[in-house]
């Protein structure tokens, strides 16, 4: 396997590789700039193991010195999670100056799928995405990750998208760049902290075993581009739809008045919104990761069966 001089991927996780055995591939800017300390660095753990446990080998991917990482150590791990909003959240378009500078950096989805792709993993689980932001009529706030999507070919699980986004843009956007979005088990788009959306997935599929086979038929038909599973939070950590969206209006009118603009707007929202909700979010956060990374295992064991 030739690699890319700029990446490194973890010995565990190239062995599983060069095997066909299953890997799961981990976000950074989630530990970084979703979560606060200590719980982002527990939380990246834990979910590590929840994907062992599962039957795949985790990869947490992010830039540490220049260097592509597929696989931390629990050391980098924890120096992100304790280094937090002051590591470099790292989208697309910054990728070559971090890199040529030997910078640190947390890697979103955009980034993660780019890395993931380059060391040969084809399965991804995070939180949630990023999309078209409310207001991109006029502001264009679009997030890369929506583009990767779109040509690069991962399997991204995620519990759909926050309500911070305009979740109906979103996904006319994928549409357009032909992303499927898959709900898993589910008709209707999950918003994340709640089930329910109020839009409609493109299929249902109900077992890894669909998924795995729908992502495999995509790559065997030539097309470009990655799948989008969304994965609703387990009832028993759903927020109260009412309550999470009121905390969300208030934080995107805080963020509006205050002038916050960019690759800030979603660290910030993210921030104020497990503030406004004394931590009964995060905990939901939490546990929703939990869950996409056994499914995300659960489907990268398919996927490897079929290989
Ligand atoms: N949404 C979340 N949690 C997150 C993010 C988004 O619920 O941690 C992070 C992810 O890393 C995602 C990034 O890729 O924010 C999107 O940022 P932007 O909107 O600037 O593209
Ligand atoms: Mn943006």
Do not use: W
């Not at 008709?187 to 729908?214: H, I, M, N, Q, W």
């Amino acid at each position: 396997m030739e690699l890319n001089k700029y990446l490194d991927v973890a010995p565990e996780v190239k062995k599983a590789i060069e095997e066909g055995k299953p890997v799961v591939a981990l976000e950074s800017t989630i530990i970084s700039h979703g979560m606060p300390y200590p719980k982002n660095v527990e939380t990246a753990l834990n979910v590590e193991k929840v994907i062992r446990d599962n039957g795949a080998i985790p990869a947490t991917i992010a830039i540490i010195g220049g260097r592509l990482k597929a696989g931390l150590s629990k050391e980098e791990i924890e120096y992100l999670g304790k280094t937090g909003q002051k590591v470099t959240k790292v989208s697309r378009r910054d990728l070559p100056v971090i890199v040529s500078k030997k910078m640190d950096g947390a890697t979103t989805v955009a980034t993660t799928m780019i890395i993931a792709a380059m060391a040969g993993i084809k399965v991804f689980a995070t939180g949630g995405i990023g999309g078209v932001h409310r207001g991109a009529e006029t502001t264009m706030d679009i997030s890369a990750d929506l583009e990767e999507l779109a040509q690069t070919p991962v399997l991204v699980v995620c519990a759909g998208a926050k309500a911070i986004l305009d979740l109906g843009l979103t996904l006319e956007y994928l549409e357009t760049k032909g992303v499927p979005v898959i709900g898993y088990g589910t008709e209707e788009l999950p918003a994340f902290y709640t089930r329910k959306s109020g839009f409609k997935v493109d299929y249902r599929l109900d077992t890894p075993e669909e998924v795995a086979a729908a992502f495999v038929a995509k790559r065997e038909l030539g097309m470009a581009g990655g799948m989008l599973l969304t994965n609703p939070i387990p009832e028993q950590y759903a927020m109260d739809y009412d309550t999470i969206n009121k905390a969300i209006d208030q934080a995107i009118k805080e963020s509006v008045e205050q002038g916050v603009k960019g690759k800030a707007t979603t660290p910030f929202l993210l921030a104020r919104v497990v503030e406004l909700t004394g931590g009964d979010s995060l905990e939901s956060n939490i546990q929703l990761v939990y869950n996409n990374a056994k499914v995300a295992s659960q489907t990268a064991v398919e996927i490897s069966k079929m290989n």
